[in-house]
């Protein structure tokens, strides 16, 4: 059996959705399923929902109907007025419905997990019916009954012994019937509680799958003809890779490649399961194969931009060294705030570390941190990875820009730059 992933992008708007149902149909001889993510930018509006919600503020009910009408538009090209997926939808919706009425009184990360989660339930029904409309048949699969976590909303730890029981006893026997849509990015506790996996992780959610199934491959369908050395969005002379290890790839994602979430690659290489990044405006296209061993040339360096970065250093009240006993306390606070480091460096008397800067965890891990540390901190910073460098690469990226943190090893560069 194969496991397709659909992103956000791929399922924008009608003209998607019926893409989608084209390149599925080319599949029609195999047992196949299909993750499908929250259509367009709609994780990042229910987001919005969840803070305007959480706040009370006056354009909360604004939000909501902008959600709503960008997904009854994208119905009403697909489908007749009458067609049942209109209930389902509506049915689909009641759930933040219920939770808006109410004012908030649960932790922001539970309310943003019920809310946000809406997005992937409502496009996988869109997606299920408009396949058996083509004649495609099809069943809609609720992910929260098979992939189970723990209670971490935002970031819900998967059980997987639990996971794959339920996976290996409830799927093989709907495969048989036709086409699975399940959502990505979701999961479920044992309250029946929804949780979600990390932004874009319904790559994780594919993985999962296919590792418990045993899939011959994944595919995930993309906006670009495969992995790229650089973003296209920033860089015009990038190339593709045709094929990357599975090493390489968990390397690029560690520090910041999105064109894969992080967690997606460990289950398929414990399996041997490989991972295609194909283009699905041209499925015909081979993209890029990830894999157990693969022949590595590196014509360019691999360059990852990540924006909005915090460089906060730490250092002891009483002015002593900095010792393992620091570190372990510093990495636990970190590890409670749940804020992940995506460089750092120590020497006599500091701690530097570089990390997203998300406005909430980090006035919070701020607060706990400056009791015990001296604290400064620069925001709006960039920081920079070159992997498999030149030496001219360095110099033709920082050019203009004042190089706040450097870290050089054998094959990566990392520079903090403002």
């Excluded at 997606?264 to 295609?276: E, G, H, M, S, V």
């Excluded at 499925?283 to 360019?300: L, M």
Aim: with cysteine; net charge negative.
């Amino acid at each position: 059996m194969l496991v397709f992933k659909f992103g956000g992008a791929s399922v924008k708007d009608a003209e998607g959705i019926i893409n989608l149902g084209n390149v599925v149909s080319k599949y029609k001889s195999e047992q196949l399923l299909v993750v499908v993510s929250a259509m367009g930018k709609t994780t990042n509006a229910l987001e919005k929902l969840a803070k305007a919600y959480a706040g009370q503020t006056d354009d909360m009910h604004d939000i909501y109907e902008g959600i709503k009408k960008y997904h009854y538009d994208i119905l009403a090209e697909l489908f007749d007025a009458n067609d049942q997926v209109f209930n389902e939808v509506a049915n689909t919706f009641v759930e933040i419905d219920w939770m808006i009425e109410d004012e908030p009184h649960d932790d922001y990360d539970f309310i943003y997990d019920q809310i946000v989660s809406v997005g992937e339930l409502v496009s996988t029904r869109i997606v299920t019916a408009y396949l058996n409309k083509a004649g495609l048949k099809s069943k809609w699969l609720d992910v929260r009954g098979y992939i189970h976590t723990d209670n971490t909303y935002r970031e819900g730890v998967v059980q997987w012994d639990k996971t794959c029981e339920s996976i290996q006893q409830g799927i093989p026997a709907l495969l048989e019937k036709g086409i699975i849509v399940a959502q990505g990015f979701l999961g479920g506790t044992s309250e029946n509680f929804t949780t979600t996996l990390g932004r874009e992780g319904s790559d994780y959610t594919a993985s999962i799958f296919a590792a418990c199934l045993g899939a011959v491959s994944v595919t995930t369908w993309k906006d670009v003809p495969g992995i790229l050395n650089a973003d296209p969005k920033l860089f015009e002379d990038t190339i593709k890779f045709d094929e990357l290890s599975y090493t390489e790839a968990i390397e690029m994602t560690y520090y910041g490649a999105t064109v894969i979430h992080p967690k997606t690659i460990k289950p398929l290489q414990n399996a041997k399961i490989p991972l295609f990044v194909k283009p699905f405006n041209h499925p015909e296209e081979a993209g890029t194969i990830i894999k157990e061993s693969a022949a590595h040339v590196f014509e360019k360096p691999v360059i990852i931009i990540k924006q909005n970065q915090i460089l906060l250093s730490l250092s002891p009240k009483d002015y002593s060294f900095i010792s393992e006993d620091h570190l372990s306390d510093i990495f636990g606070r970190f590890a409670k705030g749940r804020v992940k480091i995506n460089m750092m460096q120590t020497s006599a008397l500091s701690f530097s570390v570089c990390f997203d800067h998300k406005t909430e965890s980090f006035d919070k891990l701020l607060a706990d941190i400056s009791t015990d540390y001296k604290a400064k901190y620069n925001s709006g910073l960039t920081l920079i990875t070159i992997r498999h460098y030149a030496d001219n690469t360095l110099k033709t990226l920082t050019t203009g820009k004042t190089i706040l943190l450097e870290q050089i090893s054998r094959n990566t560069i990392q520079v903090v730059v403002k």
